[in-house]
């Protein structure tokens, strides 16, 4: 049997999932009410229009919870179904105009062959095994007409990092082991706070995606570089920075970042290319730290908006912790404004 026929048998969601979106948070809400939630949907609907063919075509949105997306397909003229093993989520989503059943990512009652679009923009970080993803992978592959569409969606390896020190708690001891841990180990255990769930690094959600068996995967930086900028502005502040210059600039900020692989690039040197000058020279062992950190704009953005002081601020100390937390991470070097070069000259 082709790999792509195959069935699961009775996938179970874990319950941890089921806990968080029927009981902990209104998904419904979240796409809406803050900025970078704001920038998220903006940013998904425009990457999709990019690709999606002309309306009226099928569209399968798999994991679509209480229908934030559907909505809008629908609007815009596609036939959409949506699948969500939440019953709060299905209850939701039928009021979009969006025909609904409840279900699960690794087994689809949807024929072969039969829709032009299949979305995933939440199975496949719900999902911590390999198999589990790639089971959901071949079940969309199977769906899909042959030349149709596929889009799926991964929560970024390092976001955690980010959206703590934006918090202003990710200094504290406890925190910054969690966090430590999911950098390490790209899961999430479900047991405190947000619900279990897996963190791709770009190349890892572009090689899965490959691997199901589609052509031509790219893999695109839904928020951008500066939506932790928005964030931790909103959660200093307590004001909302939805139609605000800062959420503008975010937006041209995600869509100027396209043409740059995530965080390898930076202005006037990478990385890379700054270690390699340096070794270049003849100075052995050659190593390059980014100094700042990826989280010194979230500083930057918050003074200058609300024109405080950070210095000895918990938010200073998180985006300190955030530095020292990235020096093993060289994807993050880019997202630092100085980089800082060390070698040795041969003895």
Known sequence: MSPHNA?????????EIVRFYSETIDEADRLATTADGRLEMVRTQELLRRYLPQPPATILDVGGGPGAHARWLVADGYAVHLIDPIPRHIEQAGRTGASVELGDARQLTAADASYDVVLLLGPLYHLLDRADRDQALTEAYRALKPGGLLAAAGINRYASLFEHTAFAHLYREPMEKSISGI?????HDGKKAFTSAYFHSGEQL??????????GAEVY??????WSLLAATERHTGESLI?????????TAARMAEPSTPYTSAYFH??????DEVAAAGFGGAEVYGVEGPAWSLLAATERHTGESLID???????????RMAEPYPELLAASSHLLAIGRRPG
Do not use: K, N, Y
């Open 206 to 215: 572009r090689d899965e995606v490959a691997a199901a068996g589609f052509g």
């Open 243 to 251: 139609d605000s210059p800062m959420f503008e600039s975010a937006l």
């Open 270 to 275: 990478s990385g890379e290319q700054l270690r």
């Open 221 to 226: 930086g839904v928020e951008g570089p500066a």
């Open 7 to 15: 069935r699961m048998t009775s996938p179970e969601v874990a319950p």
């Open 183 to 187: 950098l390490a180990t790209q899961t």
């Open 313 to 323: 601020s918990p938010m200073f100390e998180s985006a300190l912790t955030a530095a």
